[in-house]
């Protein structure tokens, strides 16, 4: 992403730069509003996630150990981990 420009006609803009939290657990999905309906999912998982992507690097992807063990879990029985690094950051404050 970061070699994609946000504008190919004005690359003086820059390039995108994205961040990305996830977290496994259990949330509820739900359709909200009358007007203009919205699926949208709550929980504590979802709150974790968001809160692990505000405090990401830019251009990487920060997950719980829930969901790290998950992965490790699922590439080791297949050949798509192949040069994926998961680096653990250590203790985070999540309030």
């Not at 690097?57 to 981990?81: D, K, V």
Request: proline share 3%; aromatic share 4%; hydrophobic share 35%.
């Amino acid at each position: 992403a970061n070699q994609t420009f946000i504008d190919e006609d004005a690359p003086e803009r820059g390039t995108v730069s994205i961040r990305a939290g996830l977290h496994t657990g259990p949330i509820v999905a739900s359709i909200v509003g009358t007007t203009n309906p919205k699926y949208t999912v709550f929980g504590d998982t979802v709150n974790t996630a968001s809160r692990m992507e505000s405090t990401s690097i830019a251009n990487r992807i920060q997950c719980s150990e829930a969901t790290a063990h998950l992965i490790r879990e699922q590439l080791a029985a297949s050949s798509l981990g192949q040069g994926l690094v998961v680096t653990e950051r250590g203790e985070q404050i999540i309030k």
